[in-house]
Each structure stands twice: as structure tokens, then as C-alpha cells.
């Protein structure tokens, strides 16, 4: 009897090493499993933090960014404000040209009219020229015949004499 004794005894602690084992186990499981739990939420805080840090980051290279693009975007209004001005200068201009260019059109029609009245007259005059040595010839032959005639008159009263 003893021996059950000592049997039951040790199947006991046996039992109570096992209980005791389980309940360790038990206890060591929910331990590891809060522990991987606080390991997670680090991780995602130190995950966000990282993301919070490279968020400024970006925000700050951005903004950076934005920066040069307002500087570039005022640069590029002036140069549009310059252009539009040049623009409006150019049309004055053109304006001005256009109008030279009427102004020299009406010249040249003046001139080609004076050119075309002036060849008028001088054709004109030519022919009052001609005219005027056809006359001169006439006189000329005229005034032949008249001293061939005088000549003649003076033979002749020389021959009466």
C-alpha cells in the first residue's frame, strides 16, 4: 500500500507539474502574445514617425518646390507682361507702318500722275517744237525765195538799165 500510495502521490505531482506547466504555458502565451502586440505598436509608431518625418520631408521639399514654381510663375508673368507690351507696340507700329505705307502709295500715284502730265507736256512742247522749226524752215525757204526773188529783182533792174 505504500507503494499506491506513493503512486498516487507521485501521479499527483505529477498532475500538479502538468496543471502547473499548463498554467505557465498559459500565462507564458498571453505574455508573448502582449509582448508581440506592444513589438506591433511600436513598430507602427515608429512606422508613423518615420512616415510623419519623410511626411515633413516632402512637405518641406514642396513647399520648396512651390516656392520656385511662384518665383518661375512671376518671372513668366513679367515676360508676358513684356511680350503683351511688345505686342502692343508692334500693332502701334504696324499701324504706323500701314499708314506710311498708304502715305507712300498716295506719293507714288502723285508721281506717276506728275510723270504721266509731265510727259504730256513735254510730248506737247515737242510737238509745238516741231511746229515751230517746221514754221522756222517755211521762213527760212521763204525768206530764200524772197532774197532769190530780190536777186532776180536787181538782174532784172539791172537789166532795164
Given amino acids: 500500500m505504500s507503494f499506491i500510495n506513493e503512486y ?7 498532475a500538479l507539474v502538468i496543471i502547473l506547466i499548463a ?16 513589438e506591433k505598436k511600436f513598430n507602427r509608431t515608429a ?9 515633413e ?18 518671372e ?3 515676360r508676358v507682361m513684356e511680350l503683351r507690351k511688345n505686342y502692343v507696340e508692334a500693332a502701334k507700329d504696324n499701324d504706323d507702318l ?10 507714288e500715284n502723285n508721281y506717276r500722275n506728275t510723270l504721266i502730265d509731265l510727259e504730256r507736256q513735254i510730248a ?7 511746229r515751230l522749226e517746221d514754221k522756222t524752215e517755211e521762213y527760212r525757204l521763204a525768206e530764200q525765195k524772197l532774197e532769190s526773188f530780190k536777186a ?5 533792174k539791172k537789166a532795164q538799165e
Fill in 76 to 78: 513668366l508673368d513679367g
Fill in 57 to 74: 520631408q516632402l512637405v518641406a521639399e514642396l513647399e520648396g518646390r512651390k516656392d520656385a514654381l511662384d518665383a518661375l510663375i512671376k
Fill in 152 to 156: 532776180h529783182e536787181e538782174e532784172i
Fill in 47 to 55: 512606422a508613423r514617425e518615420e512616415y510623419l518625418v519623410e511626411n
Fill in 124 to 130: 506737247s512742247r515737242e510737238d509745238e517744237l516741231q
Fill in 8 to 14: 498516487w502521490w507521485a501521479v499527483l505531482l505529477l
Fill in 98 to 107: 500701314n499708314q506710311l505705307r498708304g502715305q507712300l502709295d498716295e506719293l
Fill in 23 to 38: 498554467i505557465w504555458g498559459t500565462f507564458a502565451s498571453r505574455v508573448y502574445s502582449r509582448y508581440k502586440d506592444i
